[in-house]
């Protein structure tokens, strides 16, 4: 596919123009999620801009009316998120070309999203292949309804800096690619904890603020007993509180606890992706590492 976008845009009586999403304040862009019903504070703005790149489309004022991120891994991979256009825009063409620039940024990699239903058309028109569902759960934690847990096959315990190089490799071993910088930068917004076998990390979960309360991901873990046992700590710590999880667990003792812990099914996306698929999805079989709960949608 030859892609040669322009640097501007006309659309219906007005013209758009790219800009560095660097360059743009956080109450803009948080204005610009708002409007699509999207959660994200200033706060996780900022935090995606650290950890990746971006353009947005700016209309002849200077509003925000579109944006696309990417996050690359290495030299091989990049994940693709916060493709936001205004609803005015959505079937202008606006998404299809802001796509097309990130793709001039990103070429030679593999790619992966996760599409909204809305989005999904856009996706499947520029050649991104559906994967698996994603099933954001969501509500308001609480511990007296989760009953009697299995027994965790080891001890659990909060994570510390130490433990970052045996979670940025089991990351690696569930999700398929490394992402040191990643990991690194959610263990400083985050609190985790980790199943251990001695000294050796089996299980690990962190939980960060995001959008109306707490997120918990990612998640990794070799089994659904393992990656309860990381996650239910979380839970007790926020009872009361909003916490979401985005997971393709749809069935078995991990998606039960989920719903029993007050994060029922919420909404979901679908998991696309352009070149490689990540080898990355839980079989319910081995022990081996699985990314039981994404980092967050846009990031992975």
Request: hydrophobic share 45%; aromatic share 8%.
């Amino acid at each position: 596919m030859e892609l040669k976008p322009s640097e501007s845009l006309k659309i219906d009586a007005f013209s758009m123009r790219i800009g560095d999403i660097e360059g743009i304040e956080l109450d803009r862009l948080h204005a610009h999620s708002l409007s699509v019903g999207w959660p994200h504070r200033a706060e996780d703005w900022q935090f995606l801009r650290e950890s990746g790149q971006g353009f947005v489309a700016l209309d002849e004022i200077g509003r925000v009316l579109g944006s696309a991120m990417w996050f690359a891994h290495g030299a091989d991979f990049a994940t693709v998120g916060m493709v936001i256009t205004s609803p005015r825009l959505q079937t202008l063409g606006a998404g299809q070309w802001l796509m097309k620039l990130v793709f001039e940024k990103v070429a030679g990699r593999d790619l992966r999203l996760n599409a909204t239903r809305a989005a999904r058309r856009l996706y499947l028109s520029l050649d991104f292949q559906p994967e698996q569902t994603v099933y954001q759960c969501q509500g308001i934690a609480r511990t007296e309804a989760i009953g009697r847990l299995t027994e965790a096959r080891g001890d659990v315990r909060i994570l510390r800096a130490k433990d970052v190089p045996a979670a940025i490799e089991l990351d690696a071993a569930g999700f398929g690619v490394r992402r040191a910088t990643l990991i690194e930068k959610l263990f400083a917004h985050s609190t985790g904890y980790g199943l251990f076998s001695g000294d050796k990390l089996k299980a690990f979960a962190l939980c960060r603020p995001f959008g109306r309360g707490l997120v918990v991901g990612p998640v990794v873990a070799g089994n659904d007993a393992d990656a309860v046992a990381v996650v239910q700590p979380h839970v007790a710590d926020h009872s009361g509180s909003f916490l979401r999880i985005d997971t393709r667990m749809d069935n078995g003792e991990f998606a039960a606890f989920l719903s029993h812990a007050g994060m029922p099914v919420f909404d979901t996306v679908l998991t696309m992706s352009m070149g490689k698929r990540l080898a990355d999805f839980a079989d319910g079989g081995s022990d081996m590492a699985k990314t039981y709960a994404l980092a967050s949608q846009t990031l992975g």
